[in-house]
């Protein structure tokens, strides 16, 4: 029931559209109704997407501050290159847990 209403509604609308009468000018006038809300429609999704890109950029450095305090909460430390270590534990950089290996040397 409800698809054979639609499908009326659409077969009326272009019935209206494409009268041999007054078809065009009806076509003409959606046609400058429609132009004149494209300048209004572009703008607000120009203001929306640059609504939504300042809420990323916000909400990236409020994850940015959370790491940065879950870091030091935790208590590791980085050297500004990626590689991090924890406290009273170093690395000698080839997976050992320090460059002394006990030979007394």
Do not use: F, W
């Not at 509604?9 to 078809?23: I, K, N």
């Not at 046609?31 to 572009?42: C, E, F, N």
């Amino acid at each position: 029931m409800k698809r054979a209403l639609i499908c009326a509604g659409l077969g009326a609308g272009v019935m209206y559209l494409l009268d041999p009468e007054h078809g065009s000018e009806r076509r003409a006038q959606l046609r400058d109704k429609v132009q004149g809300l494209l300048p209004r429609t572009s703008g607000a999704i120009t203001d929306k997407a640059h609504s939504i890109g300042m809420q990323a950029i916000d909400l990236t450095a409020r994850a940015d501050e959370k790491a940065a305090e879950v870091i030091t909460t935790a208590g590791i430390h980085t050297d500004g290159a990626g590689a991090s270590e924890e406290d009273g534990e170093s690395t000698d950089g080839q997976g050992g847990a320090s460059a002394n290996n006990g030979s007394g040397s």
